[in-house]
C-alpha cells in the first residue's frame, strides 16, 4: 500500500476541507468533529457534475444517517465514505485511505472506498 | 480505459434536446454528438407564436452552444443527414461530413406538409414551423393586407392569430366541415367558429382549395371547388404535419402506411442500434403531436441507454389552450365514439359557452369532454378522466355553471396521479418534495421541474401545493431543513434571545445530525446580523459558502471573481488606475457590472490575497459581492452636474451605501438614489429606492429587477434626511428578523400580512413598540463594520487557506484560459483536451506571482 504523508493534523481546518496533491491527483480532506472524535475523509476533489477542482471548498453536513459534502457549484451532495452522489446516484468519486502518525496525515494513492477514521 | 459508446442524435428540436439533456445528466461521461438540420441548438417551438408578440429569439432557445460546451456535447448546426449506411454504423451529411455512431437516434420531427394544389409554391405561399418561417411571415406580412391560413386545426387558428397581430385582415379556410374536427364535435366547432368570426377572422369552414391563381384586387386568389374565390396577399399552409421520416424509409427501417417510423415500447426501431422519439416516431399506429409524449420517448431512450427498463406506454392527447382569446379544451373521447358512450351537454349562448362530457354507459367515469369559451373545469374533467375516478352521483354537476365554484380538490388525487406531463411529475414527487423542504411554488418547480415545459399545468400544481401546505398546517411549512424544526426567522429569535453565539451550540440544543449546505450559511448569516463577528473567525468558517469563505465569488471553473467597492460608482481616476494595473498584472478579466463598479475574474484562489493586498493598500474595500449583503446604492449624477437635478443624489448614495455596507440579510440587497423624477438611477427597481424631489427624499420599498421584476411601493414621500435613515434602518432590520432563508424584500412584501399598510403602521406608527429597538441593533451592526479582506489580510491563519494545496505550491491544472476580444476567458471542455494534448493555447502562469503569506509557510 502507497501511503504518501501530506501534511501536519493542523493544516486541516475544523468542519470544513483543504486540498491535497497526491501523485498528480487533487485530494479533498475534510475534518469533522463527531461526538467529541475527530473524523478524517478523503475524497476526489474534482466535481464530476460541474467539471471543476472544487470540493475541498463545499460545506459539510449530514442528509439522514450519510455524511456529505455539497459541491459549492452547484449543490450536488457527495457521500464521503462511499464517494456516491446522493442527487445523481450513478457518479461516484474516488475515495481515499487515510492515517495519522506522530500528529501527520498521510494519504493512501489507491482509492478504497471505504471510510478511515483518525484513531 | 473501458471505450464510451458514441451515441448519435439527429435532430435538435424540442425532443432532441430533451434526450440529450437528461441523457447528460444520466451519464455524464456519455460521448454524445448531435446534428442539427436548423441554424441553432433547440428552441421551443410550442410558444413559438410568441415571437410575434415580442419573445426573442435567444428567449425561445431552450439551451445555449456555451451550455453545450460545458456539458461536453459536441454539436454541429446547419448539419442536414441525407443518408444512414447501417452495415458500418455511419451516417452521412449534405456537407460531405460522416458520423459513427454505436447507437443512432431519430429525433428528426416533421415538417408542415403543404397539399398538392397547383400555385402553391408562389413566394408568399409560406408554412409556420419554424423561426425561419416566421421571419419569412413577418417579412410578407409587411408588404400584405390580407391573409388566408389554410387550415383550421388547433396549429392553423394560432397561425391565423398571428397573422391578426401582424395587422393583416385575416382568413382562415377549412376543408371539413368544422374547426378543430379533431378535438372538438359539432356543437363545440361552432361554438368556437361565431366567437372567432366576432374577433375578426373570417371562417370559411367546407371549402376545398382547387388552385392558387393571380389576384385582381390582392397578389393571389384562392379557388374553391364549389366555384367561390377568395382573395388574398398571403397563404399560410396549416394542413398537418408529416414525419421527417425519409432517412428510416431509405436505409430500410420499417415505416408506417402513412408514414412515420415504426418503434416499439423502448422507442427502438426496426434496427436495435436505431432509436426514434417525438414526432418522427409511429407507436402503434399513432403520432404524437405533443412535446410531452416526445419527452417522454426521450426519457425512455435515456433509460434503456443507461441500463434502465423505462417503456413507452402511450400518453394522453388532452388538449387546453387559448386560441385567438378563446379559451378551448378537449380530453379523451370527445366524440363519443365508445360504444355505449352518454354525453352532457351545456349551452349558454349568451356568454357563449359551450361543455360537453361523455361518460361510460354506467354513468360512472368520464371518458371526453369538450369545452369552448369557459375552461375553468378542464383540471378536474382531465383527472376524473386520467385517474379513472368515480364520478358523482349527478356528474352534470362538473360542468353546469353552480359548480364551477368548487374546484377539483387536489388532495383526493392519488399520490401516482400526474401532474405535468411534459416531465412526468406525478402528486407523489410534489409531495416527496415538499417533505424534503420546498414549500414554495418556485423551489418546486425548480426542485422537480414541474410546470417548466408547457406551462399547461401550472394551476393544478399550484393547487396541489395549496392544497398541502393547508393540510400540513403553516408551522411545518417553512422548516428550514432536516436538521433544524424551525423556520429563519424563528432560528433568529432563538440565537438572539439565547444568547447563542456558534453554530455548534445552535445545532447541540435546538437542532439534529450535523447540519448542511442549507441551515449552515443561513445560520452563519444569523450569526453574523446579530454579534457582527468576523465571519472567518475559527467557529464559522465551516458554515459559509465557498463565496464567504473566500471572500470572493467562485465562478464555474472554479476560479474567482473579486469586486471591490466603488461606493455610489464613484472613483476616482487614480483608483481606476488601480484596478486597471492588479487586472494587468493579474491578468484578469474585467468587466463593468449593473451596480456600476468592476469585476475582476479569473483570480486563483492562491492570488486572491495579493491581489486583495495591492487593492486594500490603495485604499479600496470588499464589495461584499460574494455575500448575502448589501450590494451597491447605485446613483445618477444628480443636482451637482445634472441640470435636471433636485439633490445631490450621488452624495446620498454614498453615505448609504457606507451606512449599510457588510451588511448580512437573508438574501443580497440593491440600493438607488435618482437625482430628480427623471430616475435614471431605476431606483423603482431595487430593494430600497430613494427619489429626490424638491422638498427632500421618497423612499420605495421592495422593488427588484432579475428574473422576477417587481415595481417598488412608495413608501413615504419628502422626508430629511434623518428620517430617511431612520426608515431604512427600521425596514432592513425588520426584514432581516422575519424574512425566510433567500427571500428578497420584494417576496418577502408579498407574504408580508397586511402588506404596504401593515409595514407603514410598523415602521411609521410605531404600532408594536419595536422601531427603537431595530434602530439600536442597526447602530451596533453599522459602528462593528469592519472589512473583512483587511482583516483577513492580517490575519496568517485565516490567510494559510488560500492555497489550492496543502502540500504543493502548484496551481489547478484544471483552469486554463484562452484570449477572446483582447481578454482572458475560461477555455472550454474541448480547448482544455486539445491543451493536455500538448496543442499549444495561451496558459497562464501563476509561479511568477508567489503570495508573500504562503511563501513563507512552506
Ligand atoms: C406553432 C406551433 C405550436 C405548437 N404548440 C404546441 C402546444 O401547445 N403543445 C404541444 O404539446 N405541442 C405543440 N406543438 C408541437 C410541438 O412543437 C412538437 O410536438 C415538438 O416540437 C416535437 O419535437 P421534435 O423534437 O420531435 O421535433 P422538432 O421540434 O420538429 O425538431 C426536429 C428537428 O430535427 C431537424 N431535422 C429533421 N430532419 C433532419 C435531418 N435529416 N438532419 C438534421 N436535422 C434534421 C429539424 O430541422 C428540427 O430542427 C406546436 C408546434 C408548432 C409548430
Ligand atoms: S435622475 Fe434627474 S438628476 Fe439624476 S441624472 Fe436623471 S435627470 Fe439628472
Ligand atoms: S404539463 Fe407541460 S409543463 Fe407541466
Redo the contacts between chains.
Keep these: 500500500m502507497a501511503w504518501t504523508d501530506?501534511?501536519a493534523f493542523e493544516?486541516l481546518?475544523?468542519?470544513?476541507g483543504?486540498?491535497?496533491?497526491l501523485n498528480g491527483q487533487?485530494v479533498a480532506?475534510f475534518l469533522?468533529e463527531?461526538q467529541g472524535e475527530p473524523q478524517i475523509y478523503a475524497v476526489g476533489n474534482?466535481d464530476?457534475?460541474?467539471?471543476?477542482?472544487?470540493l475541498s471548498?463545499?460545506?459539510?453536513?449530514?442528509?439522514?444517517e450519510q455524511?456529505?459534502v455539497?459541491s459549492?457549484?452547484y449543490?450536488q451532495?457527495f457521500d464521503l465514505t462511499t464517494g456516491q452522489c446522493l442527487e445523481?446516484p450513478?457518479?461516484v468519486i474516488p475515495v481515499y485511505g487515510v492515517k495519522l502518525q506522530q500528529g501527520r496525515l498521510w494519504l493512501n494513492a489507491e482509492q478504497q472506498n471505504q471510510q478511515a477514521s483518525a484513531a | 480505459m473501458q471505450q464510451t459508446k458514441q451515441i448519435l442524435v439527429i435532430g435538435n428540436g424540442m425532443v432532441g434536446h430533451h434526450f440529450v439533456d437528461q441523457l447528460r445528466?444520466?451519464?455524464?461521461l456519455a460521448q454524445i454528438t448531435v446534428l442539427c438540420g436548423e441554424a441553432q441548438l433547440a428552441y421551443d417551438r410550442v410558444h413559438l407564436s410568441g415571437y410575434f408578440s415580442g419573445t426573442s429569439a435567444e428567449q425561445l432557445a431552450l439551451t445555449t452552444e456555451e451550455a453545450y460546451q460545458?456539458a461536453?456535447i459536441q454539436y454541429h448546426l446547419n448539419c442536414w443527414v441525407e443518408q444512414i449506411n447501417r452495415e458500418q454504423q455511419l451516417v452521412l451529411t449534405s456537407q460531405g461530413g460522416s458520423f459513427y455512431y454505436d447507437e443512432l437516434v431519430l429525433a428528426t420531427g416533421s415538417y408542415a406538409f403543404v397539399p398538392p394544389i397547383p400555385g402553391n409554391d408562389q413566394p408568399h405561399c409560406l408554412v409556420y414551423r419554424t423561426l425561419q418561417d416566421l421571419d419569412a411571415i413577418a417579412q410578407s406580412a409587411a408588404l400584405s393586407k390580407v391573409g388566408v391560413v389554410i387550415g383550421g386545426g388547433l396549429l392553423g387558428l394560432e397561425a391565423a392569430n398571428a397573422l391578426k397581430q401582424l395587422g393583416l385582415h385575416t382568413h382562415v379556410v377549412e376543408f371539413a366541415p368544422q374547426l378543430m374536427a379533431v378535438q372538438l364535435d359539432q356543437g363545440g366547432g361552432q361554438m368556437l367558429s361565431q366567437k372567432i368570426t366576432e374577433l375578426g377572422v373570417q371562417v370559411h369552414t367546407g371549402k376545398a382549395t382547387q388552385a392558387i391563381v393571380a389576384g385582381a384586387e390582392c397578389r393571389y386568389q384562392l379557388q374553391f371547388a364549389d366555384g367561390e374565390s377568395l382573395e388574398t396577399d398571403l397563404v399560410l399552409f396549416s394542413a398537418g404535419i408529416r414525419p421527417y421520416d425519409q432517412l428510416a424509409r431509405s436505409c430500410g427501417l420499417a415505416v408506417g402506411e402513412r408514414g412515420g417510423i415504426v418503434v416499439n415500447d423502448q422507442c427502438q426501431t426496426s434496427d436495435p442500434h436505431i432509436y426514434a422519439i417525438g414526432e418522427c416516431a409511429l407507436w402503434q399506429q399513432k403520432i404524437f403531436g405533443l412535446v410531452a409524449p416526445g419527452y417522454q420517448m426521450a426519457r425512455v431512450v435515456v433509460s434503456q441507454l443507461?441500463g434502465g427498463e423505462l417503456s413507452f406506454t402511450g400518453a394522453d392527447m388532452s388538449t387546453k389552450l387559448k386560441l385567438l382569446g378563446v379559451e378551448v379544451g378537449s380530453i379523451g373521447d370527445a366524440h363519443a365514439r365508445t360504444p355505449g358512450a352518454l354525453s352532457y351537454v351545456f349551452t349558454d349562448p349568451r356568454a357563449q359557452v359551450y361543455k360537453k362530457m361523455v361518460v361510460s354507459s354506467d354513468g360512472k367515469r368520464l371518458l371526453g369532454a369538450v369545452l369552448v369559451g369557459d375552461t375553468s373545469n378542464y383540471d378536474s374533467l382531465l383527472h376524473y378522466a386520467l385517474n379513472d375516478m368515480l364520478l358523482p352521483k349527478q356528474p352534470e354537476q362538473l360542468i353546469l355553471p353552480a359548480a364551477s365554484g368548487a374546484p377539483l380538490a387536489a388532495l383526493t388525487l392519488p399520490n401516482n396521479a400526474t401532474i405535468c406531463s411534459c416531465h412526468n411529475v406525478a402528486k407523489g414527487d410534489i409531495v416527496a418534495a415538499m417533505d424534503s423542504g420546498c414549500c414554495d411554488l418556485a423551489s418546486i418547480k425548480s426542485c422537480t421541474k414541474a410546470s417548466t415545459g408547457c406551462g399547461g399545468c401550472t394551476a393544478l400544481l399550484k393547487s396541489v401545493v395549496d392544497d398541502e401546505l393547508k393540510s400540513r398546517g403553516v408551522e411545518v411549512k417553512n422548516h428550514l431543513c432536516?436538521?433544524f424544526a424551525y423556520s429563519r426567522q424563528e432560528l433568529l429569535h432563538l440565537v438572539q434571545v439565547g444568547g447563542i453565539k456558534t453554530f455548534a451550540e445552535l445545532l447541540s440544543r435546538h437542532g439534529q445530525?450535523?447540519?448542511?449546505?442549507i441551515?449552515?450559511?443561513t445560520v452563519g448569516s444569523i450569526l453574523a446580523s446579530s454579534w457582527n463577528d468576523y465571519v472567518l473567525k475559527?467557529p464559522h468558517?465551516?458554515?459559509?459558502?465557498?463565496?464567504d469563505?473566500?471572500l470572493a465569488n467562485?465562478q464555474?471553473?472554479?476560479s474567482y471573481s473579486v469586486v471591490p467597492r466603488i461606493a455610489g460608482g464613484e472613483i476616482t481616476a487614480e483608483k481606476l488606475l488601480v484596478i486597471g494595473q492588479v487586472a494587468l498584472d493579474f491578468n484578469l478579466y474585467t468587466k463593468i457590472t449593473g451596480g456600476q463598479r468592476i469585476d475582476l475574474f479569473g483570480a486563483r484562489l492562491e492570488q486572491l490575497p495579493a491581489i486583495w493586498q495591492r487593492l486594500v493598500d490603495a485604499g479600496f474595500e470588499t464589495g461584499h459581492a460574494y455575500g448575502k449583503s448589501l450590494r451597491t446604492v447605485k446613483s445618477c449624477v444628480g443636482s451637482t452636474w445634472c441640470r435636471y437635478g433636485v439633490q445631490d443624489s450621488v452624495g446620498q448614495a454614498i453615505a448609504i451605501e457606507n451606512r449599510y455596507k457588510g451588511l448580512r440579510a437573508p438574501h443580497k440587497i440593491k440600493m438607488a438614489v435618482s437625482g430628480c423624477t427623471r430616475e435614471c438611477a431605476e431606483a423603482q427597481s431595487k430593494d430600497i429606492g430613494i427619489i429626490a424631489t424638491e422638498n427632500g427624499w421618497n423612499l420605495y420599498v421592495c422593488g427588484n429587477g432579475g428574473m422576477r421584476p417587481r415595481h417598488a411601493d412608495l413608501f413615504a414621500t419628502d422626508l430629511d434626511t434623518d428620517t430617511l435613515i431612520r426608515y431604512i434602518d427600521r425596514i432592513l432590520m425588520l426584514y432581516i428578523r422575519t424574512a425566510d432563508r433567500l427571500q428578497r424584500t420584494s417576496v418577502w412584501m408579498e407574504k408580508l400580512d397586511g402588506g404596504l399598510d401593515y409595514l407603514r403602521k410598523v415602521i411609521i406608527d410605531d404600532e408594536l413598540g419595536i422601531a427603537a429597538e431595530l434602530e439600536n441593533q442597526m447602530a451596533a451592526l453599522v459602528n462593528t463594520y469592519a472589512c473583512e479582506w483587511k482583516a483577513t489580510l492580517e490575519n496568517p491563519q485565516a490567510l494559510?487557506?488560500f492555497r489550492?494545496?496543502?502540500?504543493?505550491p502548484?496551481a489547478?491544472e484544471?483552469?486554463v484560459f484562452v484570449e477572446e476580444r483582447s481578454q482572458i476567458r475560461p477555455a472550454t471542455?474541448e480547448e482544455k483536451r486539445q491543451w493536455l494534448q500538448q496543442i499549444p493555447i495561451i496558459q497562464l502562469s501563476t509561479s511568477e506571482l508567489p503570495v508573500k503569506a504562503l511563501a513563507e509557510e512552506n
Aim: charge should be negative; aromatic fraction near 4%.
Design positions: 501530506i501534511c493544516d481546518v475544523e468542519n470544513s483543504i486540498c491535497a496533491l487533487q480532506v469533522l463527531l474534482y464530476p457534475v460541474g467539471g471543476a477542482n472544487v471548498r463545499g460545506i459539510l453536513g449530514s442528509v439522514g455524511i456529505v455539497a459549492p457549484l449543490k451532495h445523481q450513478e457518479v | 445528466a444520466k451519464d455524464p460545458a461536453n443507461t432536516e436538521h445530525g450535523l447540519g448542511c449546505d441551515c449552515k450559511p475559527k468558517v465551516g458554515l459559509q459558502d465557498t463565496n469563505t473566500f467562485m464555474k471553473d472554479g494559510k487557506r489550492q494545496f496543502v502540500n504543493s502548484d489547478d484544471n483552469i471542455a
